[in-house]
């Protein structure tokens, strides 16, 4: 079986759009592996659905492939920003655990 949970850092950053979205890029090569082995599990917009633990806020939500970044990005909830104390600009570490 393929271990596929990662830990990573990454800084959030704010959606240029409607709303305010706050999301981190997964690291390409990390993207790469994921994309690779969750062909079979990808749902629609080819999102992929993950575990995610920051700090002691954990909860269930998708990846979804970014063409700009050339990888998956991840959405960070606002309850979990406030939660963690966490803004646009700040480097934080991502544990996820893809569902399978």
Avoid: C, N
């Amino acid at each position: 079986m393929i271990d596929l949970d990662f830990t990573f850092e990454a800084e959030i950053w704010e959606y240029q759009g409607k709303g305010s979205w706050h999301f981190v890029t997964l690291p390409v090569e990390m993207s790469d592996d994921i994309k690779v082995f969750t062909k079979h599990l990808a749902r629609g917009f080819r999102s992929v659905r993950v575990k995610v633990t920051i700090g002691e806020s954990v909860w269930l939500t998708s990846l979804f492939p970014s063409k700009e970044a050339g990888a998956y990005v991840l959405p960070i909830k606002a309850a979990v920003r406030k939660a963690e104390g966490l803004a646009k600009g700040d480097v934080t570490t991502i544990k996820i655990s893809v569902a399978t």
